[in-house]
């Protein structure tokens, strides 16, 4: 280990005292770890009073002491190497510390950070993480203010691709850019001091039913059912409290009894996503049930209470929802709104989706070159992009990027040709509905 302190220097004097925790531990190649300029920079970021540690690669390992420093810098080493650290980070932060590790990559190291996250993932254990891209130690010293922040929330919602269908396989949402983690902090408080009615406003892709199962999770009760109004609403009183409030056998010719979405959810979470469809028949069903916290189903002759939390989610702007409905009906929703931010705002968490995505097409090359990143430019393109489609528009392009990559062959580098393509065709700069859409 390389130790240096940003404390100055003076006359030698017996003490006792425990020498302070290092606010910063870096972990790096063996060149870096010997590079005093490197050194002379980073002790301009330190805390008065405090130092930091630079270490070389070859002390990480499988097993680690639970690091005391208050943050951890791994400076664009293998992501493979990281295990040991991270798992000794996990247990400090379940010792009670806010220890935070820090992951700097270089662009050539995307997939293997994607593989590496992916793989953390699914074993669940990935919490106290943050991310930088960075192409060179000089740019990752440059970066590291914006990341001296301590992770409260964990790295990672895991839910099934399909919610509602017993046995289904999970899947991966990633929490990294404090924008995020305050989201999901607030979700949390929601959902454990009993706001049980909840507006998600967020644009095209960015996760919203990711976050309300995040809140059916805090929740701990019941089951999480998910109603699309714009595949399942057909405009029919009848049909439309069949679905929410369901119906008693008869009530329909020929119909057996059918339990409503609010009945299967128990108390547990009933999410009503595209709900820019509540009007007319739909809200008529809503106020009846949020009137009186009782709903009738269809045909019945005796009222249930209505037990479950309500999130909606939207990707219309409040003021779009707004102008669309009756003020007095739109407000007997009464639901506090969680406005989540657009993607272009989260740098950590483009560079999660831009990694894993990478790191779950290098996975089908057979005859193809496994890119192992994108070029600087690629991703400075990637990054100055507005994100109208969020997640799911970076995530098309990106396959549109692999495709045109694989087949020109060459580097291992997706270069900006291919995500300019991309872009084109699935994030154009201008279209009618981005007005539209929700943004924060």
Not at 55 to 84: I, K, N, R, T, Y
Not at 225 to 251: F, I, M, P, Q, R
Request: hydrophobic fraction near 40%; proline fraction near 5%; charged fraction near 20%.
């Amino acid at each position: 280990m390389f130790g240096i302190s940003t404390r100055k220097s003076g006359p030698a004097t017996p003490t006792l005292e425990r020498q302070p925790q290092p606010y910063l531990r870096i972990y790096a190649s063996d060149f870096h770890a010997r590079d005093p300029e490197l050194a002379r920079n980073l002790s301009l970021l330190i805390p008065e009073g405090r130092h930091h540690e630079l270490c070389s690669a070859a002390e990480l390992g499988a097993q680690m002491v639970p690091p005391e420093a208050d943050f951890v810098l791994s400076l664009l080493l293998a992501p493979s190497l990281l295990d040991g650290l991270a798992d000794a980070v996990l247990a400090a932060r379940a010792a009670g510390r806010s220890t935070t590790l820090i992951v700097a990559v270089t662009n050539a190291q995307l997939t293997a950070l994607g593989e590496w996250l992916t793989r953390r993932g699914n074993e669940n254990r990935l919490a106290g993480v943050r991310l930088m891209l960075a192409p060179n130690a000089e740019s990752a010293v440059r970066q590291l203010p914006l990341r001296l922040m301590p992770v409260v929330e964990d790295n990672l919602i895991r839910m099934p691709i399909s919610t509602e269908v017993e046995g289904s396989p999970m899947r991966n949402f990633y929490v990294f850019s404090p924008e995020l983690q305050a989201l999901v902090a607030r979700i949390r408080a929601y959902a454990a001091n009993g706001i049980h009615r909840t507006y998600l406003l967020g644009g095209p892709g960015s996760g919203k039913t990711s976050l309300a199962f995040y809140y059916y999770l805090v929740r701990n009760r019941g089951r999480f059912v998910s109603v699309n109004l714009a595949a399942e609403n057909t405009g029919d009183k009848a049909a439309v409290k069949s679905l929410l409030c369901g119906h008693v056998s008869g009530a329909f010719a020929g119909s057996g009894a059918r339990t409503g979405a609010f009945m299967h959810a128990r108390d547990g979470v009933c999410f009503i996503d595209e709900s820019h469809g509540i009007t007319g028949p739909v809200m008529e069903v809503l106020m009846e049930a949020f009137d009186n916290g009782q709903y009738l189903p269809f045909g019945a002759s005796a009222k249930q209470p209505l037990e479950c939390a309500i999130v909606f989610a939207t990707n219309r702007s409040w003021e779009t929802l707004q102008n669309s409905v009756n003020i007095d009906e739109f407000t007997r929703i009464g639901a506090a709104t969680l406005s989540v931010p657009e993607l272009h705002k989260r740098e950590e968490d483009m560079i999660a989706v831009v990694a894993t995505t990478l790191a779950k097409l290098s996975d089908r090359c057979t005859s193809w070159t496994q890119p192992k990143g994108v070029s600087e430019e690629a991703w400075l393109r990637i990054k100055q992009c507005r994100w109208h489609g969020n997640i799911r528009a970076l995530v098309r392009v990106l396959e549109l990027a692999f495709v045109d990559y694989g087949i020109r062959g060459g580097d291992t580098l997706i270069q900006t040709e291919e995500i300019d393509a991309g872009l084109k065709l699935w994030e154009p700069a201008n279209h009618h509905s981005h007005q539209l859409y929700a943004v924060a």
